[in-house]
């Protein structure tokens, strides 16, 4: 029984430390081993970088309109927080400039938009990128066959990385 006394108290003295369950590596990094050809230089064991979980990062997205009334005057919003902000704003330019009857036409959300006039008509085009806008509302401007076309607006409405 004495015997086993003994033997149980040496038994609990040493158990904590037997084990190192972090490997000695140091705060952020864990165990890793080393390939055979790295290890013939060094010990089979060495501390790499806890692997982390990327963070997602959040966007937000941004709104873009264009108002316009019979008469030429346009009103444009990019980089709104809402549709309803963006077509508000765009409205709101129409009619400082002059616009009797604005409605709002083209809304775009993380896009860019181009408006291309002709002599007698306007096209409003959107697309992923500024330089596909513009190309789109030109394309439709030279099939109509109304006069010369040229690029009046291009801008873009892309999201942006939430705080």
């Known amino acids: 029984m004495r015997y086993q006394f003994f033997f149980i108290l040496v038994a609990l003295?040493?158990?904590?430390?037997?084990?190192h369950a972090e490997g000695g590596c140091p705060p952020g990094q864990m165990p890793g081993n080393l390939t055979a050809a790295e290890g013939a230089a060094a010990s089979m064991a060495s501390c790499v970088p806890?692997?982390?979980e990327p963070r997602r990062r959040k966007w937000e997205s941004r709104?873009?309109?264009v108002a316009t009334d019979e008469k030429g005057a346009f009103g444009i919003a990019?980089?709104?927080?809402?549709?309803?902000?963006?077509?508000?704003?765009?409205?709101?330019?129409?009619?400082?400039?002059?616009g009797m009857t604005c409605s709002s036409g083209l809304v775009f959300r993380?896009?860019?938009?181009?408006v291309v006039n002709s002599s007698?008509?306007?096209f409003s085009q959107s697309a992923a990128t500024e330089n596909e806008a513009v190309t789109a509302g030109q394309q439709r401007c030279k099939e109509s066959?109304?006069?010369?076309?040229?690029?009046y607006f291009s801008g873009c409405s892309l999201p942006v990385r939430a705080r």
Do not use: M, Y
């Open 13 to 19: 003295s040493v158990a904590p430390f037997a084990s």
């Open 50 to 52: 806890i692997p982390q």
């Open 63 to 65: 709104w873009g309109a």
């Open 78 to 98: 990019t980089d709104k927080k809402s549709e309803r902000e963006a077509k508000k704003s765009a409205l709101s330019e129409c009619t400082s400039r002059g």
């Open 110 to 114: 993380n896009q860019c938009a181009a």
């Open 120 to 122: 007698t008509r306007s």
């Open 145 to 151: 066959s109304t006069g010369k076309c040229w690029v």
